[in-house]
C-alpha cells in the first residue's frame, strides 16, 4: 500500500493573474474552479497526470487567525518567502523561454546547482517561489 501526493496548495491572492500563470505559462489544465472573486479555490495539474493537483486558495482565510497573523503572511507573500513549489520537465531550456515569454518574474535562469540539479525559478503572480527542475 503506497501513499501519493495527491494535491498541494498555494496561496493566490489574485485568482485571474495566478489561473493564466499555471494553465497559460506552464500548461496546467483547470480541474475544478469554485467559489468567485478573490474567494476562489482552482484546481490544476498536469494533463498527464491526473492523480496530482496544485489548489490555488485565498490567503489568510483560516478560521483563528489574528488580524496580525493575517498581515504577516501578506507581508511574507509580498516579499516571495511564504510558499514555494519544485516541479520538473524533460526540456527545461525551452520551458524556461516559454514561462518567461509570458512575462514572468524570473528569480534564477537555468543553472547548474552544486547539489547536482539543474534548474530555473520564477515567482508566481502571489509571489511563490516556483523552482523547475531538468529531469
Do not use: H
Amino acid at each position: 500500500m503506497g501513499v501519493f501526493i495527491q494535491s498541494t496548495l498555494l496561496p493566490a491572492d489574485d485568482p485571474e493573474a495566478s489561473l493564466a500563470f499555471y494553465r497559460d505559462a506552464l500548461g496546467f489544465e483547470v480541474r475544478l474552479d469554485v467559489g468567485r472573486g478573490t474567494m476562489r479555490w482552482i484546481t490544476l495539474g498536469p494533463k498527464d497526470q491526473p492523480q496530482t493537483s496544485i489548489v490555488l486558495y485565498p490567503p489568510a482565510i483560516e478560521p483563528g487567525l489574528t488580524d496580525e497573523e493575517r498581515r504577516t503572511i501578506f507581508e511574507l507573500m509580498a516579499k516571495g518567502s511564504y510558499a514555494t513549489i519544485i516541479l520538473s520537465t524533460e526540456d527545461l531550456a525551452a520551458t524556461f523561454e516559454r514561462v518567461q515569454a509570458t512575462g514572468a518574474d524570473v528569480v534564477q535562469e537555468p543553472a547548474d546547482q552544486d547539489y547536482g540539479v539543474r534548474d530555473c525559478a520564477f515567482r508566481d503572480p502571489a509571489g511563490n517561489l516556483v523552482r523547475i527542475n531538468q529531469l
